[in-house]
């Protein structure tokens, strides 16, 4: 086995991060493998966003270590392995998705052929010459979705990805999820919906900054003795606060 193939695909250590005078992060440490699928699970404002911008390299940090792949955050050798999708919405209103992928496929050196792909994955080849101003939230989150799927990045960064999506596609795109996972792509998606966290093959809680837990859905089930997710959330909650 190659020395690659031992490192973690995400390595934080003593990660610190200030935003406007306030400690949001005060000290993250933790790896992720690679080809899973981790939640990244709290309630807003806890700090997920801060952590997945650190992971992409576009937020300042105090102190600590953030690498992907073995390659320090935001490295220009992770430009074209790494898929980022943020809250906001970074395509073009004044363009269709397929420009809009074609344009993003242009910049990160992406064959011509993967728009036609990730339009197939996130549902969206029946909307593929539709101006993006003209689209649903949930069509332009899906089409934000496929600009972060150009060029099978092998880690992927999904902050909230299937907020305001309907049932059905939300659970198709937790199918693309795994699927990609089992192709060995690393996938860190972020939510606020408890009720998501099954879905996942491990589980970062998250609250204040900190992780309340680190585990698989069962683990975390069989260690707090609750019934689902958000039961336990609440009772790590209860316990932190006691101690």
Same mark, same amino acid.
Not at 47 to 60: A, D, E, F, P, Y
Not at 74 to 79: D, E, F, T, Y
Not at 141 to 147: G, I, K, P, Y
Not at 164 to 172: C, E, H, K, M
């Given at each position: 086995?190659?020395?690659?193939?031992?490192?973690?695909a995400i390595h934080v250590a003593g990660l610190h991060v200030v935003r406007g005078g306030t400690v949001?992060? =005060?000290?993250?440490?933790?790896?992720?493998?690679? +080809?899973?699928?981790?939640?990244?699970?709290?309630?807003?404002?806890?700090?997920?966003?801060?952590?997945?911008?650190? /992971?992409?390299?576009?937020?300042?940090?105090?102190?600590?270590?953030? $690498?992907?792949? +073995?390659?320090?955050?935001?490295?220009?050798?992770?430009?074209?392995?790494?898929?980022?999708?943020?809250?906001?919405?970074?395509?073009?209103?004044?363009?269709?998705?397929? $420009?809009?992928l074609a344009y993003f496929a242009n910049i990160l050196g992406a064959p011509g052929t993967d728009v036609?792909?990730?339009?197939? %994955?996130?549902?969206?080849?029946?909307?593929?010459?539709?101006?993006?101003?003209?689209?649903?939230?949930?069509?332009? &989150?899906?089409?934000?979705?496929?600009?972060?799927?150009?060029g099978g990045p092998e880690v992927m960064v999904l902050d909230e990805p299937t907020v305001g999506l309907?049932?059905? /596609?939300?659970?198709?795109?937790?199918?693309?999820?795994?699927? /990609?996972?089992?192709?060995?792509?690393?996938?860190?998606?972020?939510?606020?919906?408890?009720?998501?966290?099954?879905?996942?093959?491990?589980?970062?809680?998250?609250?204040?900054?900190?992780?309340? &837990?680190?585990?698989? =859905? $069962?683990?975390?089930?069989?260690?707090?003795? %609750?019934?689902?997710?958000?039961?336990?959330?609440?009772?790590?909650?209860? $316990?932190?606060?006691?101690?």
């Amino acid at each position: 086995m190659s020395v690659a193939a031992q490192c973690p695909a995400i390595h934080v250590a003593g990660l610190h991060v200030v935003r406007g005078g306030t400690v949001v992060i =005060p000290d993250l440490s933790f790896e992720v493998p690679a +080809g899973q699928v981790t939640g990244l699970l709290g309630p807003s404002g806890c700090g997920k966003s801060t952590l997945m911008r650190s /992971l992409v390299g576009v937020q300042i940090v105090a102190s600590g270590t953030v $690498e992907v792949l +073995g390659e320090p955050a935001g490295s220009v050798a992770l430009r074209s392995r790494l898929g980022y999708m943020g809250q906001n919405d970074a395509v073009y209103v004044d363009l269709t998705a397929r $420009e809009n992928l074609a344009y993003f496929a242009n910049i990160l050196g992406a064959p011509g052929t993967d728009v036609d792909r990730v339009l197939e %994955q996130v549902d969206m080849v029946r909307h593929a010459d539709a101006l993006v101003g003209r689209m649903s939230g949930g069509q332009v &989150a899906r089409v934000s979705l496929a600009t972060a799927l150009l060029g099978g990045p092998e880690v992927m960064v999904l902050d909230e990805p299937t907020v305001g999506l309907d049932p059905v /596609l939300r659970r198709d795109l937790w199918m693309l999820f795994h699927r /990609l996972a089992d192709g060995g792509t690393t996938v860190l998606v972020s939510s606020h919906v408890m009720e998501e966290a099954s879905r996942c093959d491990r589980l970062l809680l998250m609250r204040e900054g900190r992780f309340l &837990a680190d585990d698989s =859905p $069962e683990g975390l089930l069989a260690r707090t003795g %609750q019934r689902d997710v958000e039961a336990a959330f609440l009772a790590l909650t209860d $316990e932190a606060a006691a101690s």
